[in-house]
C-alpha cells in the first residue's frame, strides 16, 4: 500500500496568508471603487465634517463585516458609503442608520436616519440622487 507523502512543513500557514493576501487586495479594491465615487462624506449637512474635517473612513452600510472578516461577501461597493470617522463610529454604534432606496444599494439613493435623546430614529434626509436631498417635514 503507498503512502501518501506529507504536505511540506508551513504549506497550510503560507496557503492561508495567500488567501487573507487576496481577500484584503479584493477589500481594498472595492473601498478604492467607494472613494472615487462619493469623495466626501455621505451623511446629509454633516456637522462634523464642517467643524472638524475629521479623517473619511469607508463604512459597511448593509451589514458590518464583524469579528471574523467577511472573506470578501459583504465588502462589496454597492454596500459601503463613505462617511467621517465620527458618523461612522456612531452608525456601528446603532445611532445612525442609512437605509438603500433601491437595488442598486449604497450606488443609488438612500435614507439617513439619527438617533434623538429619547434613543428614537428620526428621518434626518432622503436622497433624490446621490448628494441630492429631498426636503424632510
Known amino acids: 500500500m503507498p ?18 493576501k487576496s481577500v484584503v487586495s479584493l477589500e481594498d ?5 467607494v472613494r472615487l465615487r462619493d469623495k466626501r462624506c455621505r451623511w446629509p ?12 473612513e469607508v463604512a459597511h452600510v448593509i451589514e458590518a463585516k464583524k469579528m471574523g472578516g467577511d472573506h470578501g461577501l459583504r465588502s462589496a461597493a454597492d454596500q459601503m458609503m463613505l462617511l467621517d470617522c465620527l458618523t461612522h463610529y ?4 446603532h445611532r445612525r442608520m442609512i ?9 443609488g439613493p438612500c435614507e439617513f436616519w439619527a438617533e ?4 428614537q430614529l428620526y428621518l434626518v434626509a432622503r436622497e433624490s440622487a446621490p ?5 424632510v417635514t
Open 90 to 93: 456612531d452608525q456601528e454604534r
Open 3 to 20: 503512502s501518501i507523502p506529507k504536505p511540506p512543513k508551513g504549506s497550510a500557514l503560507i496557503e492561508r496568508k495567500d488567501k487573507r
Open 131 to 135: 448628494f441630492q436631498y429631498e426636503r
Open 45 to 56: 449637512h454633516c456637522a462634523n465634517c464642517r467643524t472638524y474635517k475629521p479623517r473619511l
Open 99 to 107: 437605509v438603500p432606496l433601491t437595488a442598486d444599494g449604497t450606488h
Open 116 to 119: 434623538d435623546r429619547d434613543a
Open 29 to 33: 479594491a472595492e473601498k478604492a471603487k
